[in-house]
């Protein structure tokens, strides 16, 4: 299920060209047009979700692969022994730009706590 005036869903079809890093049958990850940190990637589920409050316990697998797919991706990039950030953001009030669900993967510098 897309959407078809989903900024993402037009990414996962390839409407809209992007700097893929993954790619498998749920997941689509690529690397942000406007990074925070040195290594900035969006992870994606394929179907169209609008944020984590939409996920249900039937998603369990979907969740698995994006998470799964963060820690590869955070190893190609060698983040693992310094550490990195997964974050997804719910809402406007949260952050969320994009009403499709999304996974930032970022790392490559030292993040603070509290974030913004």
Request: hydrophobic residues 45%; charged residues 20%; contains cysteine.
């Amino acid at each position: 299920m897309t959407d078809p005036s989903c900024l993402f869903c037009k990414i996962v079809a390839g409407e809209i060209p992007s700097d893929k890093v993954h790619e498998d049958e749920l997941v689509l990850a690529f690397n942000d047009i406007d990074p925070v940190a040195p290594v900035h990637q969006l992870l994606v589920p394929k179907r169209h979700i609008a944020s984590a409050a939409d996920l249900a316990e039937t998603d369990g697998q979907l969740l698995g692969r994006l998470f799964a797919v963060a820690a590869k991706l955070a190893a190609d990039a060698g983040l693992p022994d310094a550490g990195y950030r997964v974050v997804t953001n719910v809402g406007a009030d949260g952050g969320q730009s994009v009403d499709h669900l999304h996974f930032h993967l970022l790392g490559g510098r030292a993040m603070s706590w509290p974030p913004g």
